[in-house]
């Protein structure tokens, strides 16, 4: 397709035109989303300030003085990095193991790990605060978040992991046990810079869905280990009229995390396969 | 033998880890399910403490099952599920192929393309259903109100004033009701995960035969038709895993339903189980050990698709 269409000079124009028309769409409620947290919440809803209005800063003021911006984003930090990190520790020899040396097994017990993913949080919520509220005293703890989060983000990561080692070469592996390399060595000095960049996905990807994990982070915390989900849950319910302050958390809340992704997009483009390439 | 234990031991935290995850939390719900157990209750005080003593055997699936809202919900959950597939992968194949050449501005244009994917989905829901959707204060209401004004405006205008005058006013679409919430979900969810099937796409393009192409393309064939007889057979496989991670995240929407529809009927199951988690709590785990098993039938359903070839 991209042939013919480079043989005619109107597609040569009409399709990057598109492309462009279809981003710009795209994009536009994020753009809307920072252009109205600059607005106030009075200007916010008046149609004659709809695209001409005073900047402010006052949201973010008083989003950082008023609901303590920077403890809840500190917890999405810590809560997001160590369970990303956690999986990984986990995941890595997990993947490593069901990629190199496969059993017969091997392939129910990734289904089986993928459809835990499946089962409905809501299922298991009452059990969970009970457990952990009344029988484990871990609620609201970072610790409980970054189990959950590790959990639930465990089989996509073994899943990615599994089909970025399965492009490895065998061989190269096998090489390595003939030398006497240990397994350890095997993994830190073989495998995982061989599959540098599809960790580097996989952790990426981990990332963004610990950070934007909205049901447990919300449920499971009151104050100590609340993340930038609850900041969200606790202002979102005055509709209507604080366009303005809802804006500005809210762009708060996304703007690390998609300029995070901005910055890694290559690494995304080229790492996001879940083995879908042969 | 002996050289399976290492294997083992290395999978081991990873199964032990997810088997406890699974187990202990569902263990508790099974047991909640045939148990009358509620959180408040002023006539039997006793039902609210979990007791072996409140059995109730089959009763709370007994009354799930009945309950009206029940087979709505599962309804409505497909609905949402399949329809927001057939928009995603539709529309990720279109811009995966559009963008999938080189012509100035590419690298901006992915950026721009992929951001959704990353917004929070309590952060979509909001930024959806009030600033864009909102029938008065939203970009919809105001879009509509424009054109109206419009039309008002050229009605005073001879010869063409008379068309326009039989123009109706307009309405905006409110997305608060229980049907177009609905599509408010699909809308919003869309939008998010279309980058996601875009991204995964584009990588299966550019691993595409091109020579393949060219000797179609010397035979004449028609863009559209190399289109459908080699780009789609190409993608089949990137598209059956955009359908089951898709899925996997979709049945158990969650948050996305909660702020658009907030009761106006909208349901799918997970959000019918956290309205009964709000007081019967046996009702809510009979609800949620139905929607383990949907979800079962499901994941063995696309599992098996996709697992099929993963192993090769």
């Given at each position: 397709m991209a042939a013919v269409a480079q043989t005619t000079p109107l597609s040569r124009v009409l399709w990057p035109t598109l492309a462009w028309i279809i981003a710009l769409i795209f994009f536009f409620p994020i753009f809307w989303l920072v252009f109205t947290s600059f607005k106030t919440d009075a200007d916010a809803v008046k149609p004659e300030h709809l695209l001409f209005f005073t900047p402010t800063l006052e949201n973010y003021a008083n989003m950082t003085e008023n609901y303590d911006y920077w403890r809840f984003a500190i917890n999405s930090v810590i809560t997001s990095t160590f369970a990303t990190g956690f999986a990984l520790v986990v995941g890595v020899p997990a993947a490593y193991a069901m990629a190199f040396d496969p059993s017969r097994h091997t392939k129910d017990i990734l289904v089986w790990m993928l459809s835990t993913k499946m089962l409905p949080a809501a299922a298991v919520l009452y059990p969970m605060t009970f457990l952990t509220k009344n029988m484990l005293g871990l609620f609201d703890t970072h610790f409980l978040i970054i189990v959950v989060l590790c959990l639930i983000n465990l089989p996509i990561v073994i899943w990615m992991l599994f089909t970025y080692f399965k492009e490895i070469p065998k061989d190269i592996i096998e090489a390595g046990k003939m030398d006497g390399v240990s397994t350890w060595g095997e993994i830190k000095d073989i495998l995982i810079p061989l599959a540098w960049g599809g960790i580097a996905s996989t952790a990426l990807l981990t990332f963004i869905f610990c950070w934007n994990e909205a049901y447990w982070t919300v449920r499971l915390t009151t104050i100590d280990a609340a993340t930038l989900s609850k900041l969200i849950e606790g202002n979102r319910a005055p509709e209507g009229l604080f366009f303005g302050r809802l804006s500005a958390v809210s762009t708060a809340a996304v703007g690390p995390i998609v300029v995070l992704g901005w910055f890694c997009q290559k690494q995304l483009v080229q790492g996001l396969t879940f083995g879908a390439v042969k | 033998m002996a050289n399976r234990t290492l294997p083992r031991l290395l999978q081991a935290p990873a199964v032990l880890m997810l088997l406890m995850w699974m187990l202990v939390p569902l263990g508790m719900t099974l047991f909640f399910s045939f148990i009358r157990y509620v959180l408040n209750s002023l006539r039997r005080p006793e039902w609210t403490t979990p007791s072996i003593e409140n059995w109730r055997g089959l009763g709370n699936y007994k009354y799930v099952l009945e309950a009206k809202d029940f087979w709505f919900a599962i309804q409505n959950s497909v609905f949402i599920v399949?329809?927001?597939?057939?928009?995603?992968?539709?529309?990720?194949?279109?811009?995966?192929?559009?963008?999938?050449?080189?012509?100035?501005?590419?690298?901006?244009?992915?950026?721009?393309?992929?951001?959704?994917?990353?917004?929070?989905?309590?952060?979509?829901?909001?930024?959806?259903?009030?600033?864009?959707?909102?029938?008065?204060?939203?970009?919809?209401?105001?879009?509509?109100?424009?054109?109206?004004?419009?039309?008002?405006?050229?009605?005073?205008?001879?010869?063409?004033?008379?068309?326009?005058?039989?123009?109706?006013?307009?309405?905006?679409?409110?997305?608060?009701?229980?049907?177009?919430?609905?599509?408010?979900?699909?809308?919003?969810?869309?939008?998010?995960?279309?980058?996601?099937?875009?991204?995964?796409?584009?990588?299966?393009?550019?691993?595409?035969?091109?020579?393949?192409?060219?000797?179609?393309?010397?035979?004449?064939?028609?863009?559209?038709?190399?289109?459908?007889?080699?780009?789609?057979?190409?993608?089949?496989?990137?598209?059956?895993?955009?359908?089951?991670?898709?899925?996997?995240?979709?049945?158990?929407?969650?948050?996305?339903?909660?702020?658009v529809s907030r009761g106006n009927g909208n349901k799918n199951l997970p959000y019918l189980i956290g309205e009964f988690t709000s007081n019967n709590i046996g009702a809510a785990s009979a609800t949620g050990i139905f929607a383990v098993i949907l979800a079962n039938i499901i994941a063995i359903f696309l599992l098996r698709m996709v697992g099929k070839s993963l192993m090769d």
């Open positions: - | 399949v329809s927001i597939l057939i928009f995603t992968v539709v529309f990720g194949l279109l811009i995966a192929v559009l963008v999938n050449r080189s012509f100035p501005g590419r690298g901006i244009v992915r950026v721009l393309l992929i951001s959704p994917f990353f917004v929070m989905p309590a952060v979509n829901a909001v930024l959806w259903i009030n600033m864009i959707l909102d029938p008065v204060l939203g970009l919809n209401g105001l879009a509509v109100a424009g054109i109206n004004d419009l039309v008002v405006g050229l009605r005073e205008f001879p010869l063409i004033g008379q068309f326009f005058s039989m123009w109706p006013e307009l309405k905006p679409m409110s997305f608060r009701a229980s049907q177009t919430s609905a599509y408010a979900v699909i809308m919003m969810v869309t939008w998010q995960w279309t980058p996601f099937a875009v991204l995964i796409f584009m990588t299966s393009l550019q691993s595409e035969d091109e020579s393949q192409k060219e000797a179609a393309m010397l035979d004449g064939a028609s863009a559209w038709s190399q289109f459908i007889n080699l780009t789609v057979p190409h993608l089949a496989r990137p598209i059956a895993i955009v359908v089951m991670i898709q899925s996997i995240f979709h049945l158990s929407l969650y948050a996305e339903i909660e702020i």
